[in-house]
């Protein structure tokens, strides 16, 4: 079984879309997290969120929006793609506590053309 | 400034060979540290967490030198498979993980 999985693995998709990423973990872990690799590889956190609740949002437009309906699941949502989201978007999970690693589902790789 | 700082590389070194990567981190506060490993087009997936005094795990070591705020991973005996990016990941509050930029490995038969 995936501990961490996310939905789709490849998008491709039109300037001016909206599309949705799903991501779910069965791990019981209580945080989960957004992060963006961008061609550069660098692994920048969106959104981080805590039993439902948004903790962190690092500087993302508003045309991003996390949902997370339990504490197994944190979708999201982009509106109004643009070029530069072109990106490979993990989801990931941990417990917020004991100081414990994260874990990865596999990436979304998103082509906006 | 970056919570994270890596030397990109590349590193390009001999099967066999001993190699060090090392990384600094901003916020005092930062509660625990591990070294990632990414290999192309794949997750991110932990190699080793890091502790004060020191750990290894077969070829590899890993320091933190919290008055120093840097952390390191040494990588003896390089085999052709140790080819990978690095991480270096700083958790701060217990739910907020910072990667450094990476640290691109190739080892060369």
């Known amino acids: 079984d995936t501990a961490v999985s996310q939905t789709p693995k490849y998008l491709v998709t039109q300037m001016g879309n909206d599309k949705s990423i799903k991501c779910e973990q069965n791990l019981g872990h209580d945080t989960m997290y957004w992060y963006k690799q961008d061609s550069k590889k660098f692994l920048k956190i969106m959104f981080s969120?805590?039993?439902?609740?948004?903790?962190i949002n690092e500087t993302v437009p508003n045309r991003f929006s996390p949902k997370s309906p339990d504490k197994a699941h944190l979708n999201l949502h982009i509106n109004s793609l643009e070029l530069g989201d072109s990106a490979v978007y993990f989801c990931?999970?941990?417990?917020?506590?004991?100081?414990?690693?994260?874990?990865f589902g596999q990436g979304t790789r998103l082509t906006v053309v | 400034r970056k919570e994270v700082e890596q030397d990109p590389g590349p590193f390009n070194v001999p099967e066999g060979a001993t190699v060090a990567f090392n990384c600094t981190y901003s916020n005092s506060a930062s509660q625990s540290f591990f070294w990632y490993r990414q290999d192309c087009r794949k997750e991110p997936k932990l190699l080793m967490s890091?502790?004060?005094s020191g750990n290894e795990d077969g070829r590899f070591t890993a320091q933190l030198n919290r008055a120093s705020q840097y952390i390191s991973l040494l990588i003896r005996d390089s085999k052709l498979s140790d080819s990978a990016t690095y991480l270096c990941?700083?958790?701060?509050?217990?739910?907020?993980?910072?990667f450094g930029t990476g640290t691109s490995l190739t080892v060369i038969p």
């Open positions: 969120y805590n039993n439902k609740e948004l903790i």
């Open positions: 990941v700083v958790n701060i509050t217990g739910n907020q993980f910072y």
């Open positions: 890091v502790y004060s």
């Open positions: 990931a999970s941990s417990q917020s506590f004991g100081n414990t690693e994260a874990f």
